[in-house]
T-cell receptor
């Protein structure tokens, strides 16, 4: 059981480039979320989805787009990368009212130069 | 806006000692999580606290939740080096999909 899989693990982008961070889960979870982790800031919610076709903004959504066409996949798109988006990105999945909490992927370390 | 404050942010302990990490939050919620993160790794779920007065224990770690005080604690008993990591608390705003995290406590256990 793979859980939550993120690709790529590492990425370097030039300012202005676009890219998509992939996230897939095989637990049939209804909820999926994207967080970014910066030193001394904890994790901050970027976007989340409560089901296929339903997404909403979190605390720091600017510069990012998401879509959820299937239960399994929740890609995060950077439209025009900026150095301020240099961060570690984590995808998570969970079930409503579950006693297990959220499961996190291994993370994508993104550097924008 | 929900705020989650952890303290201390840095904790250096000797092996064998006890200590407590505190997590205060600013809104009514009865769902709180503790995670552990090793350097360069993902987050590992430690405890899920779902009601006022909840207490959970795993090995040398014990977590509790007081929703009236809006406070959770993570108590470390007789620390060992393997507990060195960053510990995060996170408060659930929306039933498992909208977590607000504290800034984390970097715990270093010295021999």
């Amino acid at each position: 059981n793979a859980g939550v899989t993120q690709t790529p693990k590492f990425q370097v982008l030039k300012t202005g480039q676009s890219m998509t961070l992939q996230c897939a889960q095989d637990m049939n979870h209804e909820y999926m979320s994207w967080y970014r982790q910066d030193p001394g800031m904890g994790l901050r919610l970027i976007h989340y989805s409560v089901g296929a076709g339903i997404t909403d903004q979190g605390e720091v959504p600017n510069g990012y787009n998401v879509s959820r066409s299937t239960t399994e996949d929740f890609p995060l798109r950077l439209l025009s990368a900026a150095p301020s988006q240099t961060s570690v990105y984590f995808c998570a999945s969970s079930e409503p009212d579950s006693s297990e909490g959220a499961f996190f992927g291994q993370g994508t370390r993104l550097t924008v130069v | 806006e929900l705020k989650v404050e952890q303290n201390p942010l840095f904790l250096s302990m000797q092996e064998g000692k006890n200590y407590t990490i505190y997590c205060n939050y600013s809104t009514t919620s009865d769902r709180l999580y503790w995670y552990r993160q090793d350097p360069g790794k993902s987050l590992e779920s430690l405890f899920v606290l779902l009601s006022n007065g909840a207490v959970k224990q795993e090995g040398r770690l014990m977590a509790s939740l007081d929703t009236k005080a809006r406070l959770s604690t993570l108590h470390i008993t007789a620390a060992v080096h393997d507990l060195s990591a960053t510990y995060f608390c996170a408060v659930d705003e929306g039933s498992n999909y909208k977590l607000t995290f504290g800034k984390g406590t970097l715990l270093t256990v010295n021999p």
